[in-house]
């Protein structure tokens, strides 16, 4: 669950987002320098609002009145980036293991690298170097490697902007088995709005900073709104 | 023997300069604060100053009556003029900026996405700089360790002034060839000048190759996506 109302200055607009999405694909399109990858990177904490408030899963991360701003690692946010950022000394299995969760932690679900690796198709990667594998193989590394880390919150930076026609169908078709799989928001940015309605079960516009919705999630999506801010009441 | 004082002075100068450099670099490379230029200049002030100039400031500071000078003789009851220890002093100053400027500049360039990456993924901010931007900023690093060597082997003026030319005591190789030369001994001065060209030529190739080794091993071979 992701609720999200900040504002942030940038140098030549100001930015200001309503969001909120408690399950599938929130699809944020628009064209570059609209603001998009600034409203993830605020999310995830990489970048401070100037104003507003940020919960996900009902714990509030940022909020200006409160001067609450809880650092990126505690988030427990996924995040993929624009160009994968895969770190080219580590191997496919290093890497996806980076940000496994150590024993004892809070998480209940035990997952194993191994799996993550099999359910995206990478296993017979793992000995390999980034710089020796394909953009498509990169991405599934750069996506085992944020769900290892069992995010309540997934973000995804023009994930497949890179890739071509047929590895973009596909992958397409993943993330939304995926979502499904794994039942946590998913939030997407993307310049092609073609994509957004394949994927998006909300989709929002930005353009200089404003945002229009463009569609609105299922009806079920109404009352859970009421919970999550009963839950952020709570949460104070 | 010259050649082992020279050794043990560049050696010294080395592992100091290693454990300060890395951590200011790193500072210096990703965090913005107050009068950051004005450390930046400072740092890199030995780069440009003569050799002389900075000798003096050392005897200024080290010296009988310096402030450091009387700190270490009235607590440790030492002091590093005309010693072992003002010729490491000397080696540290001059190889520092050389040092940091290259680590620095490594630092700089690794990728901050690769940095937010590991956040991202959990990480915390020392292990973010152990993990990803010191082993992919290892090219600088060891560049920086040959020129830092090879300065530090080579320091004379500096060294000359804080810690004299006493032989078996503080008589590197460069003040002994000054020496031998200026006393008309040219066989002692080429002997010391030839063993001096080979081991800095051993020195700067092996930490070359070493360098290059260890950055196949980082990048993981070919690239044959």
């Given amino acids: 669950m992701l609720k999200a109302h900040f504002k942030k200055k940038l140098p030549s607009f100001e930015l200001e987002v309503d969001v909120s999405i408690s399950n599938g694909i929130l699809a944020l399109v628009g064209h570059s ?47 993929l980036f624009q160009d ?49 594998i394909s953009g498509g193989e990169k991405q599934r590394v750069a996506l085992a490697r944020a769900l290892m880390t069992e995010p309540e919150l997934l973000l995804l930076d023009e994930p497949l902007s890179a890739l071509d026609q047929n590895t973009r169908s596909t992958l397409q078709q993943e993330l939304l088995k995926l979502q ?52 952020l009441n709570n949460a104070r | 023997m ?69 700190f270490l003789e009235q607590f440790f009851h030492t002091r590093v003029v005309f010693t072992i220890e003002g010729a490491v002093i000397a080696a540290v100053v001059v190889s520092f900026p050389l040092m940091y400027q290259s680590v620095r500049v490594a630092m ?16 915390r901010e020392i292990r973010v700089f152990f993990t990803i931007t010191l082993p992919l900023a290892w090219n600088g690093i060891i560049a920086g360790l040959v020129l830092a060597f090879a300065r530090s082997l080579g320091e004379f003026g500096a060294t000359l002034m804080i810690a004299g030319n006493i032989p078996g005591r503080t008589q590197t190789m460069p003040l002994a060839i000054y020496f031998a030369n200026e006393s008309g001994d040219m066989r002692t001065a080429s002997i010391l000048v030839m063993i001096m060209t080979s081991f800095s030529f051993l020195v700067i190739y092996g930490l070359n190759r070493w360098g290059k080794g260890a950055r196949r091993d980082s990048r993981g071979g070919g690239t044959n996506a």
Wanted: aromatic share 6%.
């Fill in chain 2, 2 to 70: 010259p050649i082992i004082l020279s050794l043990k002075v560049a050696l010294a100068s080395v592992i100091i300069v290693t454990c300060f450099s890395i951590p200011i670099a790193g500072l210096m490379a990703r965090r913005e604060f107050w009068g950051k230029d004005v450390v930046e200049s400072i740092i890199t002030l030995p780069l440009v100053l003569p050799p002389s100039v900075i000798g003096f400031m050392l005897l200024v500071v080290f010296g009988k009556n310096g402030p450091l000078g009387v």
């Fill in chain 1, 180 to 231: 499904a799989q794994w039942k946590i928001p998913f939030v997407l940015v993307t310049h092609d709005l073609q994509e957004a309605e394949m994927l998006g079960d909300q989709i929002i516009k930005i353009d200089h900073g404003q945002q229009e919705i463009i569609k609105e999630q299922g009806e079920q999506g109404k009352p859970e709104k009421l919970e999550l801010v009963r839950g």
């Fill in chain 1, 33 to 79: 320098g609209a603001g998009k990858t600034t409203i993830l990177q605020c999310v995830a904490g990489l970048q401070t609002p100037s104003w507003g408030e940020i919960a996900i899963s009902n714990k509030p991360v940022f909020s200006s009145e409160l001067g609450t701003n809880v650092p990126i690692r505690k988030r427990r946010i996924g995040y």
């Fill in chain 1, 84 to 132: 994968y950022a895969l770190f080219p000394h580590m191997t496919v299995e290093k890497n996806v293991l980076y940000g496994k969760p150590k024993k004892g932690s809070a998480s209940e679900q035990v997952l194993t690298a191994g799996d993550v690796l099999e359910m995206l198709k990478i296993g017979h990667l793992r000995n390999r170097y980034p710089s020796q």
């Fill in chain 2, 108 to 123: 700089e360039n690794v990728d901050q996405n690769l940095e937010r990456a590991a956040r991202t993924l959990g990480a």
